[in-house]
C-alpha cells in the first residue's frame, strides 16, 4: 500500500526545490530539526503548483502537473467532425469512422433490456409473495365466528 504526501503551494514550507549540479531536487522536512531529505527529480522540468510524494515499496514518485502546450501547427484548415449512431464519427470529407457500430450497440442494449426485464419480472414474483405473507400476517381477524366465552378468574 502507497503512502501519499500531498503538497499545496500553501504547504511549501515543508519542501524546498533546489538546483545543484544542473539537477532538481525536492528537499523534505524529517523528523531532524533543521535537516532535509533530498529527492532528486527526474526531469529538469520547474516545479509549479501541487506536488504528490507517493512512497510506494522503498520507492518515491512524484507526481506534479505541468503545462503541456502543443506547438505544432494545425494548419488553417478547417474540419468539421459528426457524431452518430450508426457510425461514430463522420469527417467532413465524408469518411466514417467505426462503421457498425450501431448494430453492436444495439444488440447490446436490446440484450441488456431483456436481462433486466426478466430480473424485474423475478423481483416482482418475489415481492408479491412477501407482501402476500406479511398482510396475512397482520390482517386483522374477522369479527364472525371469533366470539370466545369469557373467562373468569378467582
Known amino acids: 500500500m502507497a503512502k501519499i504526501i500531498l503538497l499545496i503551494k500553501l504547504s511549501w514550507n515543508l519542501v524546498a526545490i533546489s538546483v545543484f549540479h544542473s539537477k532538481n531536487y525536492i528537499e523534505v522536512i524529517s523528523l531532524k530539526r533543521g535537516k532535509r531529505i533530498a529527492i532528486p527529480v527526474g526531469t529538469n522540468y520547474s516545479i509549479t503548483g501541487q506536488i504528490r510524494l507517493i512512497l510506494r515499496e522503498g520507492q518515491v514518485e512524484i507526481h506534479y502537473t505541468i503545462d503541456n502546450v502543443d506547438l505544432r501547427s494545425g494548419g488553417d484548415k ?19 469512422y467505426g462503421k457498425g457500430f450501431g448494430d453492436v450497440l444495439s444488440k447490446e442494449s436490446d440484450y441488456l433490456k431483456k436481462k433486466y426485464q426478466r430480473r424485474n419480472k423475478i423481483k416482482a414474483v418475489l415481492a408479491d409473495r412477501i407482501n402476500m405473507i406479511v398482510i396475512s400476517d397482520i390482517k386483522p381477524p374477522s369479527r364472525q365466528g371469533t366470539k370466545e366465552p369469557v373467562k373468569i378468574f378467582r
Open 78 to 96: 478547417e474540419i468539421g467532425i459528426d457524431k452518430g449512431y450508426t457510425e461514430v464519427f463522420v469527417d467532413s470529407e465524408g469518411e466514417f
